[in-house]
């Protein structure tokens, strides 16, 4: 039997934290999420998740991905197996519903060979913090698209989105739940920010003696936001040229194309700019009013207070 632990974000939630500090301090257990080493199974997983090739592509991906991972538990003698990707549910960039049905194909595969016990882990995040936190870092892709925060929060409401609807934690916990059967830790930011035994003792009720506590280090300052100004994203010179070359993708032969976006992938940096924003009551009155119903679930059942 293999232990399946799966962290697909949410974004803006303590991930990258969790990544960079958590999952390298974890004993006897294969990575096959972030952070990403230049591995063929890596590269399998990326190409899933990341790329849009066609079904029979990442059908047949899948099978191979399946063979690989269990080569790789057999050959280093380990029966765990954890996946962090926040790009997992990222309806901005991605496609959630499609990366949650190869999810399930690849437990599905995984479960023809051998007996898997699975669970999530689900990282949240008050969402008024979240959604503006959220925009700050998006706005060098999506500034075009949205005008303002206000109107970044009217579009998401009106259109009912994907990223509105799934950070209703206590809807999606249950239909996550539902759908793969399996146990939820919901592990809110809050806990990483200003209780850090806390945060702690969570993840050694997941991991037990496979995590070394002692190892991890909190060293990362959020410096995104100052006293609730969030700071916009700038792209640096690489990421002008992304944008460039994405105006021209016709021009770009194909079999170029995706060396080349390796390349900028590493060489694209985001930094903080002067820009600052902040809530008013009307945006907080609409975030507050559209999560209110699940917030009030949330804390009732789950403990967690976002009201």
Same mark, same amino acid.
């Given at each position: ?5 799966? /962290? ?8 990258? @934290?969790? &990544?960079?500090?958590?999952? $390298? ?16 199974? /890596? ?19 899948? *099978? ?7 080569? =790789? ?22 496609? $959630?519903?499609? =990366?949650?049905?190869?999810?399930? %194909?690849?437990?599905? #595969?995984?479960?023809?060979?051998? *007996? ?22 998006? /706005? ?7 005008? +303002? ?9 009106? =259109? =009912? ?10 809807? @999606? ?27 702690? *003792? ?22 995104? +936001?100052?006293?609730?100004? @969030? ?8 990421? #002008? ?7 021209? !993708?016709?021009?770009? $032969? +194909?079999?170029?194309? #995706? ?9 694209? %940096?985001?930094? &903080? ?8 009551? %009307?945006?907080?009155?609409?975030? #507050? !009013? ?10 009732? !059942? ?6």
């Amino acid at each position: 039997m293999i232990n399946f632990i799966i /962290h697909p974000g949410f974004v803006k939630t303590g991930s990258t @934290f969790f &990544q960079k500090n958590v999952i $390298p301090k974890l004993n006897n257990f294969l990575s096959i999420g972030k952070p990403y080493n230049d591995n063929t199974l /890596h590269d399998k997983i990326k190409l899933l998740f990341y790329s849009k090739k066609s079904h029979t592509f990442k059908k047949k991906l899948i *099978r191979n991905l399946v063979l690989e991972i269990l080569t =790789n538990i057999k050959k280093k003698k380990i029966k765990n197996i954890i996946f962090s990707d926040e790009a997992l549910l990222d309806s901005e960039f991605y496609n $959630p519903k499609k =990366n949650i049905l190869y999810l399930d %194909k690849i437990i599905k #595969e995984l479960r023809k060979k051998t *007996r898997v016990k699975l669970c999530f882990i689900l990282t949240t995040r008050n969402q008024t913090n979240l959604i503006i936190s959220r925009f700050a870092y998006v /706005h060098p892709n999506l500034g075009k698209k949205y005008s +303002s925060l206000e109107n970044y929060i009217d579009t998401n409401i009106k =259109n =009912n989105s994907y990223f509105f609807q799934s950070i209703k934690f206590y809807k @999606f916990k249950n239909s996550i739940q539902k759908k793969f059967k399996c146990k939820i830790y919901l592990i809110p930011l809050e806990t990483l920010e200003n209780n850090r035994n806390k945060y702690l *003792r969570a993840l050694k009720m997941i991991f037990l003696s496979n995590l070394k506590i002692n190892k991890i280090k909190f060293s990362k300052i959020n410096i995104n +936001s100052k006293n609730y100004n @969030f700071y916009i994203k700038k792209g640096n010179k690489w990421f #002008e040229t992304y944008l460039l070359l994405r105006k021209m !993708k016709s021009l770009v $032969p +194909s079999k170029y194309a #995706e060396d080349l976006k390796k390349f900028l992938s590493k060489k694209i %940096k985001f930094n &903080q700019s002067d820009i600052t924003l902040k809530h008013n009551n %009307k945006t907080l009155s609409k975030i #507050e !009013k559209y999560f209110l119903s699940d917030n009030n679930k949330l804390l009732k !059942k789950d403990k967690i207070n976002y009201l």
